[in-house]
Each structure stands twice: as C-alpha cells, then as structure tokens.
C-alpha cells in the first residue's frame, strides 16, 4: 500500500529550463509534504516543504505546490542546473514524526 | 562539522552474524530514527526514539533491535543476519515529531551487504 507515489521514475530537461516534479497521495489526513534531495552514496537532504493549509511555497529557484483536492503535490525547479541532477523523493507526514516517501524520480539535467 | 553521521559507511558479511551500525548526531535534536532503503529504492522507517524512548516501531523483525543510550545517538543492532537484511540504512535527527514541521536531516548511510 503506497501512500505517496511519484510515477515518473526519471525526467530529462536542459539546462535552463524547467524541471517539473509530481507526486501524489492517497492519505487525505497528510498535513505535512517534503521535497528531498539525493545524490549517490549520500544521504537525502531536505530541500523545501509545504504546509497543508498553503498551496504555494517559493524558495530561490524551488517552488512545491500543493493540490489538496487531487492529492498532488509538484516540485518546479527554475531554471534547472546541471548541479541539480539527482534523485528526487516527496514525503508525506501527519503529525506524527513518521514520513512516507514516495520510490524517487531521477533528474538528469544536460548542459 | 557533520550533522548526522553513521559508522560504518559499508558493512560486509555473512549470513548469520550479529552487527551494529551507529548513528550520532550534533543538532540538539530529540528524535532519531532509522530508515531501510531497499533495492527497489524505496525509503521506508524502521524506528523512531524520542529522548531515548520509542515512538515508532514499525513491522520490523526481532532480530532488529534499536538502542538510545542518550538523545544524540541511536544504534541499530541486528541479530542472525539474512539475505534480506542487504540494504542501505539511513539514520535521521528532527526536533519534536509531533509538530507540523518535522524536517528531519539524514545520515549518509550504511551499505550492508549479506553474504
């Protein structure tokens, strides 16, 4: 039973443009969303987040928005870098210190 | 200055044995857990400690068994090691879990491989 989920195991973009993330859950009792950040052979670093009662949160080139009636969060990224090329995983939590990852989308930015 | 850190970064050995893998951290933090990554990738929680206390316990085998000697550390310790048990195991730090905001920072990992 996967609560989160993000369907796209990999996205290509080019430098400079946009890189646009999805996630979707199906516990409408979430009330808290992360975005995570991962290269290989390190740990996920947390990036940006998103409170249940907002739809939008910006920080520098990292927007994540939030569609409580579909369930669907997104991460957009402008303008992507090659730096920004890693594994993406959305989490999902409900008060109670116990946050569900979604399986990672792999993001390959080419110069 | 490293936030979380983990020891050892890989562990190889054979089925049957007993391991341990440490987790420390240096953010005042009051809540530890670790986590399993699988094959498949997937992040999945294993136990979370509160002030050395157990919160979080989810369906995992006896033969995991975690130990908080203070709030800054949590080790994982694993009895008769299987196949299965082959995985990467993440440890991460948060302030108080039941807030809303529980941004928790990960650990680089541990990469055991099952013999």
């Known amino acids: 039973d996967q609560q989160v989920k993000q369907n796209s195991p990999s996205l290509s973009v080019q430098e400079g443009r946009i890189s646009i993330l999805n996630c979707d859950y199906t516990?409408?009792?979430?009330?808290?969303f992360l975005w995570y950040k991962k290269y290989p052979a390190e740990g996920p670093t947390f990036l940006i987040s998103?409170?249940?009662?907002?739809d939008k949160n910006e920080d520098g080139r990292f927007t994540v928005f939030l569609n409580k009636s579909a369930k669907h969060l997104s991460l957009h990224i402008v303008p992507s870098q090659p730096g920004d090329s890693a594994v993406y995983f959305c989490a999902a939590s409900r008060n109670t210190g116990k946050l569900i990852f979604g399986q990672g989308t792999t993001l390959q930015v080419k110069p | 200055d490293t936030a979380v850190s983990q020891t050892p970064k890989y562990l190889v050995t054979q089925m049957g044995n007993d391991k341990s893998i440490k987790c420390e951290q240096n953010l005042g933090h009051d809540t530890m857990y670790w986590y399993k990554q699988d094959s498949k990738k997937f992040l999945k929680i294993m136990f979370s400690?509160?002030?050395?206390?157990?919160?979080i316990n989810e369906t995992v085998p006896n033969r995991f068994s975690p130990k908080s000697p203070d709030k800054a550390h949590l080790n994982l310790h694993i009895n008769s090691l299987e196949l299965g048990d082959s995985a990467v195991y993440f440890c991460?730090?948060?302030?108080?879990?039941?807030?809303?905001?529980?941004?928790?920072?990960f650990g680089p990992g541990t990469r055991l491989t099952v013999l």
């Open positions: 998103i409170s249940s009662i907002k």
């Open positions: 400690y509160n002030n050395k206390e157990l919160i």
């Open positions: 991460a730090s948060s302030q108080d879990p039941r807030s809303s905001y529980n941004e928790q920072f």
């Open positions: 516990n409408s009792m979430f009330d808290y």
